[in-house]
């Protein structure tokens, strides 16, 4: 069974930064398309950034390019989400999502997902 767990989320006040964890077990990691989601009460679950199996391929929601990095490290089953100049509308609740891919599948096609981190930033 795939279990991601999520790590580093907290409280920081707008502009600093944060580094989201995701550490990944039950799944041959290195040939999944890791992915950031998130979701804050009332809205729409937004896409935040994803990367495929070779990391060939990077992909970031127009709301946090330039602002936001994701990494992954396959010896370490885990992906990362360096997240720096933060705005009071990047707080939510952020997941880490997984998928067997060659590239970077569609939002919908995830089936793992982890439980999530918070990540407040105040106004």
């Known amino acids: 069974q795939v279990q991601l767990v999520e790590s580093g989320g907290g409280l920081v006040q707008a502009g600093g930064s944060l580094r989201l964890s995701c550490a990944a077990s039950?799944?041959?990691?290195?040939?999944?398309?890791m992915a950031w989601f998130r979701q804050s009460p009332g809205k729409e679950r937004e896409f935040v950034a994803a990367i495929s199996w070779s990391s060939g391929h990077i992909s970031y929601g127009d709301s946090v390019k330039d602002r936001f990095t994701i990494s992954r490290d396959d010896a370490k089953n885990s992906v990362y989400l360096q997240m720096n100049s933060l705005k009071p509308e990047d707080t939510a609740v952020y997941y880490c999502?997984?998928?067997?891919?060659?590239?970077?599948?569609?939002?919908?096609?995830?089936?793992?997902w982890g439980q999530g981190t918070q990540v407040t930033v105040p106004s």
């Open positions: 999502a997984a998928e067997i891919s060659w590239g970077i599948p569609q939002e919908e096609q995830y089936t793992n």
């Open positions: 039950g799944l041959l990691f290195s040939r999944y398309a």
